[in-house]
């Protein structure tokens, strides 16, 4: 039952699972949790609606066992309201029988992400069900403050993006008025009481520390050891390093690896490594893509355990690796 979606263990006593064609047809109040959400500051919301030729069983019951583990416990057969695992964001879907289509929203103030998670576990729902046929629309999100009925294509909006020359607005079918496609895709608007683009830079950030957290699990599960993964490599003489690597130390500081706060470990001695011709020339191709690499993702990464990100570019750029030295 767990493999084909039709009930997901709780965590409870045992092996207790919840059997999803067996919850409640009648909504739980999830409206309090939900309404609670916008109020907050900043919030911003994504939505989209799957109307569908015909609403077959499973929907969206398959998708609620599937995403289970972002459960809010507030499911019904109809619905479910769902929450990051972070906690900041809230998903709600809403499946109409009778109109035969299906809502998924998201509030938070970038929905994005959170968005399209679920929005994949929805489409891999659909899959299922050969033949079946979707429109995808979206609904307006108003003009100033006050709401608007008009709604988007999905497809259409796609087709403006991939222009020549992409479109970044389309026009309310009701209102007349232009609407930014990023606001309707993302939840944003570039025009906002804060800065879009640290927001972006913050999401970047985090992404790409995820990944890498992921990335360092997944190779340390691998090998089954619990030996080191996070380390710093920094020349003991960092003037004299540049000039001449080979016959310089190198000082390798252990790093902490919870999630989220890397950074060198204080209080400990660093291991000295003394630079031989083998050790670099094996190391050259890794300083390489490092340098380049550096130069695009060390303003995201390296401050936050610690590092000057223009010292450890302009540094290991300025290395000339040659094992001949």
């Not at 263990?9 to 059997?19: A, K, M, N």
């Not at 309404?35 to 911003?44: G, I, L, Q, S, T």
């Not at 992400?113 to 299922?128: E, I, M, P």
């Not at 390093?241 to 790093?255: A, D």
Request: net charge negative; aromatic share 10%; hydrophobic share 35%.
């Amino acid at each position: 039952m767990e493999r084909f979606d039709l009930s997901y263990r709780t965590g409870g006593v045992g092996y207790e699972s919840l059997i999803v064609e067996w919850l409640p047809f009648d909504p739980l109040d999830y409206e309090t949790d939900w309404e609670a959400k916008r109020e907050e500051p900043n919030c911003c919301e994504v939505a989209l609606r799957f109307d569908l030729n015909t609403l077959p069983p499973g929907i969206p019951t398959w998708f609620i066992a599937r995403e289970h583990r972002f459960s809010t416990n507030l499911h019904w057969r109809r619905g479910g309201l769902f929450q990051s695992r972070d906690g900041k964001h809230l998903g709600l879907i809403r499946a109409d029988e009778h109109e035969r289509s299906v809502h998924l929203e998201v509030r938070e103030p970038y929905p994005g992400d959170f968005f399209a998670l679920l929005r994949d576990g929805l489409d891999l729902t659909f899959d299922r069900y050969p033949g079946l046929r979707i429109d995808r629309v979206i609904p307006c999100p108003g003009h100033g403050d006050g709401p608007c009925n008009g709604e988007f294509l999905l497809d259409n909006i796609l087709s403006r993006l991939e222009k020549q020359t992409p479109k970044t607005t389309i026009e309310c079918p009701v209102a007349a008025e232009n609407v930014d496609i990023a606001a309707l895709l993302y939840g944003w608007h570039p025009a906002t009481a804060m800065d879009p683009l640290a927001a972006q830079i913050g999401e970047l950030r985090d992404e790409m520390r995820r990944e890498f957290e992921i990335v360092a699990f997944r190779e340390k599960s691998k090998i089954k050891t619990e030996c080191p993964s996070l380390f710093v490599l920094e020349p003991s003489n960092r003037k004299a390093f540049l000039k001449t690597v080979v016959g310089h130390k190198v000082h390798l500081r252990l790093c902490c690896e919870a999630p989220g706060h890397q950074h060198p470990v204080v209080g400990e001695e660093p291991y000295e490594i003394d630079v031989k011709p083998e050790w670099l020339k094996e190391m050259a191709p890794y300083l390489r893509g490092g340098a380049k690499v550096l130069k695009f993702a060390a303003p995201f990464v390296l401050p936050g355990i610690g590092i000057s990100a223009k010292d450890a570019a302009k540094d290991l750029g300025s290395i000339d690796i040659h094992a001949s030295h």
